[in-house]
């Protein structure tokens, strides 16, 4: 506080000074990247919405000639609804698995002592980064050899299992977050581990389940390479493979439609994120749990 504000205050004891803290350069420039960031994924979707109502769209951004026509188009496809439902269920089914596996998975990985946990926790990260394309032969080898080719539930068993590994992750840092004095003061009263892990921990890990489960719904329902090469059932492609139905003849794309079906593809997981957001309470706060 300056020696001017200081007199200020002694002559007039009402006045309250707000100090104000200068900007440096770097928070500036932090703030300038992030703007421009944010223009690259702001410019995408303003093209998405202009586009889709456009009588004449192209590959620039510009104010549309209103029309409905596009979302006519689209609708009006019988292969554009199936592949909503066909990704629902793909989406769908990945998710259950996966979040159910990795919750069973990484609650003894969080509270059991387990030989070498350490390096199987580093491998379990390990195959997280692992590139999904190099696994595609040697799976859709085991696919025929197997004969689940061509079906949703067995394509969603390779979308789960390269999922697990970071779900497992995730789940094991959140489940670590709850104390376990919790769980002592269950298992004297004569609780089970299985009931342990239905009343107490997946209770206060639901942010953590939240979390996970709306991660691999998005990894799956924007799925592209797996469904495309394990599932070549012309009723069952989902949306991300569908989407190839709007690209025309020497790669002329039909940028209305294109635009229209991306716009719908993307809703559900808006609403999804909407739903699932009550609980993401941020932080945990077990504070008044442990007090004794």
């Excluded at 979040?99 to 990484?106: I, K, M, N, P, Y």
């Amino acid at each position: 506080m300056s020696a001017v504000q200081a007199k200020r205050m002694r002559a007039d004891p009402s006045l309250i000074v707000v100090p104000y803290r200068r900007v440096s350069v770097a928070a500036l420039a932090t703030n300038v990247v992030l703007v421009l960031l944010g223009c690259f994924f702001v410019l995408p979707m303003l093209w998405m919405i202009f586009a889709s109502l456009d009588a004449n769209p192209d590959w620039a951004i510009k104010l549309p000639s209103l029309t409905l026509t596009n979302f006519a188009d689209v609708i009006g496809t019988a292969g554009a609804l199936s592949s909503f439902r066909s990704s629902l269920i793909l989406a769908g089914a990945t998710t259950v698995i996966t979040t159910v596996l990795a919750v069973l998975a990484a609650y003894p990985l969080s509270r059991m002592h387990i030989p070498f946990k350490r390096g199987f926790m580093l491998a379990i990260l390990f195959a997280s980064g692992l590139p999904v394309s190099m696994l595609v032969v040697p799976v859709y080898q085991l696919y025929v050899y197997l004969g689940w080719l061509d079906s949703l539930y067995t394509t969603a068993l390779f979308l789960a299992a390269s999922s697990l590994p970071f779900a497992i992750w995730l789940m094991k840092n959140f489940i670590d977050a709850v104390p376990a004095e919790l769980e002592h003061a269950a298992a004297i009263d004569g609780a089970g581990t299985v009931r342990i892990l239905r009343q107490v921990v997946l209770p206060l890990t639901v942010p953590g389940i939240a979390v996970t489960a709306i991660y691999t719904f998005i990894n799956a329902w924007g799925a592209f390479i797996i469904p495309f090469v394990l599932n070549s059932n012309p009723d069952d492609q989902p949306g991300p493979v569908e989407i190839y139905n709007f690209m025309g003849s020497h790669g002329l794309f039909k940028f209305g439609d294109l635009a229209v079906f991306s716009l719908l593809f993307s809703l559900p997981v808006i609403v999804l994120y909407l739903f699932m957001s009550r609980y993401f309470s941020g932080a945990f706060s077990f504070s008044g749990a442990v007090r004794g």
